[in-house]
């Protein structure tokens, strides 16, 4: 593995991880409930849940963060190599296992690991074991 020295970013990388800290913290702050994406959507998507102006919002931040980003620097380029039908069931299949893991990346990923919590280590050792065996099948025994 070499790096692409060119186009590495670690002040950006760091100041994005930065945010996110910042954000969950606050949000965490501010209502005492997890920032964890899956579940915020799914308590967006019933209008008559707990909390469900700031949870709202959050997500909204979360879709308007990049358009700001781009006012003021060049956003990358995005260039997916997949099909339609593998996105959309890659999506289907990490909504089914957010729903089974009871969270998401954000949620037991940068949310419960940060508070040591042993049902987020096993989440997120769960799915990253996963997320490379997935890759690993797909690239270099299937060739795809």
């Not at 910042?22 to 707990?50: D, W, Y």
């Not at 050792?125 to 025994?141: E, K, P, S, W």
Request: with cysteine; net charge positive; hydrophobic share 55%.
């Amino acid at each position: 593995m070499s790096i692409d020295w060119t186009h590495f970013t670690p002040w950006s990388s760091l100041g994005g991880g930065a945010l996110i800290g910042l954000a969950v913290a606050v949000f965490m702050l501010g209502n005492g409930r997890i920032a964890g994406i899956s579940g915020v959507l799914a308590s967006v998507m019933n209008p008559r849940s707990e909390g469900w102006s700031e949870k709202a919002l959050f997500l909204l931040g979360l879709l308007v963060a990049p358009l700001l980003w781009g006012a003021f620097a060049v956003l990358p380029a995005i260039d997916v190599q997949a099909h339609w039908p593998a996105l959309v069931m890659a999506g289907l299949l990490v909504g089914i296992g957010t729903r089974y893991g009871s969270g998401c990346t954000s949620g037991h990923g940068v949310c419960g690991l940060s508070r040591l919590s042993p049902r987020s280590i096993v989440a997120t050792l769960c799915f990253m074991v996963a997320g490379m065996a997935t890759v690993y099948l797909i690239r270099h025994v299937w060739g795809v």
